[in-house]
């Protein structure tokens, strides 16, 4: 029972900081920076819900045209399950966002 | 003469109130657009200025996010405030006093300030929309009221001058023809007068016990006929002329002038077979002799006319008035009302009856007479004129 619940929680944990878990180890490894990545996507898409938008449609649909960040020549294809990627872009536009954080 | 010179005046002012109506909303609509216009020339004006700083505020934001907002800074002037918004109209940074802002507009003035907005080609830190707010001094607000002032005041002036020419010009068409049919009529009526009274006292010189009764009979239709014409010449010159005839003012023994018209209409009287019954008392009037006689012609021949076969008159004079009574059709006491108005109207010509009580009415009010009616439909009209003894 306590296993049970144990493992419930750190699920729990890992779902909801998928993007720590998931997106961040493999984009260190790749050098593949996020931050960067965010920003070209601001400047291109401006609000949170169209930056959310072209990265979902992104990632679940690879289009090299639309591509905002190439680095080794070729554009990644992502596997992610849709329904943790919303998840993960909450996360990700949390961490990066400019709106409160201009003096 | 009266009555055209009032209905002249009417068609004047009715004329003259359209003509300030059109020239104030020309004014309201002209100093709208002038208003309109300046504002625009003053926004435009500013529109290089706004652009630089715009150009500034990019400039500086673009660093910001080229340096990941590891620089995050927003840029301050003294000159001028700014905030950015998102595409989706979230306020990212801002530093306006204005509260609201009207994406829909580039260049335009809320409150004591004027907005540009301006769209950089990227969108850096996820600006859509650069807002760059200034303040207006309102100088030109003073300057476009003082021009509308001076304009506007300059402007009525024209037109009131152009208004005066143009009421000339409407009204002289009508003048003419009034002087015209004046003149026309003053000149038919003397013309008219003359024949009449020469059938008329011809008339009165033939002995007309001398006749045989049928011609004297056929003579008394003649000289009912040329009285009639007589009447409505008289009414016609009173119509006409009364505002230019002088009255002569005098004491006017009542008893005298009425027996004098009742004599008058006598043949009249006869033809419908009437009863004249005449009480007298000692009756004095301070007027114009002429024109007590018109009243009393009118209001003796209404009384005929309106009698019945075989019917009465009753006159009666007392100490300040007298009261003329037939037992005619009578007036009913609504219609008591509508003869007062129809004396006011000045304008009915419903036949001799509206002429007649017309004069009645202009008379009467010329020597502060007052005028009662007492009527019973079917049995009597008694008409009775009241003055300070």
């Known amino acids: ?71 080794n020549g070729s554009i990644y294809r992502h596997h992610i399950d849709p329904q943790i990627l919303d998840q993960a872009l909450k996360t990700y536009w949390e961490r990066y966002k400019v709106i409160g954080k201009i003096k | 003469m009266a009555t055209s010179s009032l209905s002249e ?180 009526t003397h013309e008219l007068n003359t024949p009449v009274s020469t059938i008329l006292t011809n008339i009165e010189t033939i002995d007309k016990s001398a006749l045989d009764p049928k011609l004297a009979k056929k003579l008394g239709r003649i000289e009912i006929a040329a009285r009639t014409i007589s009447t409505i010449y008289k009414d016609l010159t009173y119509l006409l002329l009364h505002e230019q005839l002088p009255s002569h003012i005098e004491t006017i023994d009542m008893n005298e002038l009425l027996a004098q018209r009742l004599e008058y209409f006598n043949t009249l009287a006869k033809s419908k077979r009437l009863r004249i019954r005449f009480s007298k008392a000692p009756c004095f009037l301070k007027a114009d002799r002429q024109k007590i006689a018109r009243l009393v012609d009118n209001l003796l021949s209404n009384a005929i006319k309106y009698n019945k076969i075989g019917g009465e008159i009753w006159v009666k004079t007392f100490q300040g008035g007298f009261f003329i009574e037939d037992t005619g059709i009578g007036i009913p006491k609504s219609k008591q009302e509508e003869i007062f108005e129809r004396y006011k109207r000045l304008q009915s010509n419903e036949g001799g009856f509206g002429i007649g009580l017309n004069i009645v009415y202009l008379i009467a009010q010329e020597f502060a007479l007052r005028i009662k009616i007492d009527s019973k439909p079917k049995f009597y009209t008694r008409i009775t004129i009241l003055w300070e003894k």
């Open chain 1, 1 to 71: 029972m306590g296993k049970i619940a144990l493992f419930c929680l750190l699920f729990l944990l890992s779902y909801a900081n998928v993007f720590d878990s998931k997106c961040l180890p493999c984009h260190q490894r790749k050098k593949a920076n996020l931050k960067v990545i965010f920003f070209n996507y601001l400047l291109y898409h401006s609000s949170e819900r169209r930056v959310k938008k072209a990265m979902k449609a992104f990632l679940l649909h690879p289009d090299p045209k639309k591509s905002l960040f190439v680095k």
């Open chain 2, 9 to 188: 005046k009417k068609s004047l002012y009715n004329f003259l109130g359209l003509y300030i109506f059109l020239t104030l909303i020309i004014l309201v609509l002209a100093s709208l657009m002038y208003y309109r216009f300046q504002k625009e020339l003053m926004l435009s004006s500013h529109l290089p200025t706004l652009q630089s700083h715009a150009k500034e505020v990019i400039h500086r934001i673009r660093q910001m996010h080229e340096s990941l907002l590891e620089d995050n800074y927003y840029p301050r002037y003294s000159n001028f405030r700014s905030a950015i918004y998102d595409a989706d109209y979230v306020k990212i940074f801002s530093l306006l006093r204005g509260k609201r802002i009207d994406f829909h507009n580039v260049l335009y003035k809320q409150g004591r300030f004027i907005y540009f907005i301006k769209e950089p080609e990227r969108y850096y830190l996820g600006t859509k929309y650069l807002i760059i707010e200034i303040l207006d001094d309102e100088k030109w607000i003073a300057a476009t009221f003082k021009n509308i002032l001076l304009f506007g005041s300059l402007f009525l002036l024209f037109m009131a001058f152009l208004g005066y020419y143009l009421a000339k010009l409407f009204l002289r068409p009508m003048k003419n023809s009034f002087t015209l049919l004046n003149d026309f009529i003053k000149d038919t």
